[in-house]
């Protein structure tokens, strides 16, 4: 079955890069997704990338895809302490286009 | 943005009650979704609804779930009898549908947390 795994934690200083990873299992992921959770919240997508593309860029936020090592990652440019927060990676696949999160990452940005 | 509206947001009951979590999607969208996400554990996939009826469901979605579209806006998702083990925080999430690449990203609400004392 699909599996999507994640480091569970990230510390990192304010205003340095934050690079979270993501590997993944299913070879036929249609889309591959990056969604922040912060405490109490709901999801919030934050990106996301077609399974053709290599990379996403989308202003302090890239998105690298390596298909071949079924690798994902989420860099962060400039973290700030408002980017604190779990980041949970996902893919879709299939018909009806259903998403298998990863265990999440907490990402603890420290002033 | 338009968005995925859960009520309520906190709900609680006792064991063995039954509970109905409801959602309103986003109104063109034709894909529906719950997940949920027990406290520290990462959010898993409960259920998908197509042209009214469910297209997929994982082994959690077991006889004590059921969803529903009752009337063209909501759509609910009931626990007949609830256990200590339902607490969580149930989203809902739903999908446009259309072909273009741009229009599949799942659309999530801001969840509601189910406390079963």
């Known amino acids: 079955g699909e599996d999507v795994e994640q480091s569970l934690f990230l510390s990192v200083r304010e205003g340095d890069s934050s690079v979270i990873n993501c590997t993944y299992t299913d070879s036929s992921s249609t889309y591959l997704y990056w969604y922040k959770q912060e405490p109490g919240a709901g999801l919030q997508l934050l990106t996301y990338i077609f399974s053709n593309m290599d990379m996403k860029q989308d202003q302090r936020l890239t998105v690298l895809l390596n298909k071949k090592d079924k690798h994902l990652s989420l860099r962060i440019a400039d973290t700030q302490t408002g980017d604190s927060a779990i980041y949970f990676c996902?893919?879709?696949?299939?018909?009806?286009?259903?998403?298998?999160f990863g265990t999440g990452t907490k990402l603890q940005v420290i002033p | 943005e338009p968005e995925v509206t859960q009520t309520p947001s906190h709900q609680v009951t006792q064991m063995g009650q039954e509970v109905i979590l409801r959602c309103v999607p986003i109104s063109n969208h034709l894909y529906f979704y719950w997940y949920r996400q027990i406290l520290g554990q990462k959010v898993e996939f409960l259920v998908s609804f197509y042209n009214n009826e469910i297209s997929e469901k994982s082994e959690i979605f077991d006889d004590q779930f059921s969803v529903e579209r009752p009337d063209g806006s909501n759509f609910t998702l009931k626990i007949r009898s609830t256990k200590l083990e339902d607490s969580a925080m149930y989203f809902c999430?739903?999908?446009?549908?259309?072909?273009?690449?741009?229009?599949?990203?799942?659309?999530f609400g801001s969840g509601t947390q189910l406390s079963v004392l």
């Open positions: 999430a739903s999908r446009s549908g259309s072909p273009s690449a741009t229009n599949e990203k799942l659309f």
């Open positions: 996902a893919e879709s696949f299939g018909i009806y286009q259903k998403v298998t």
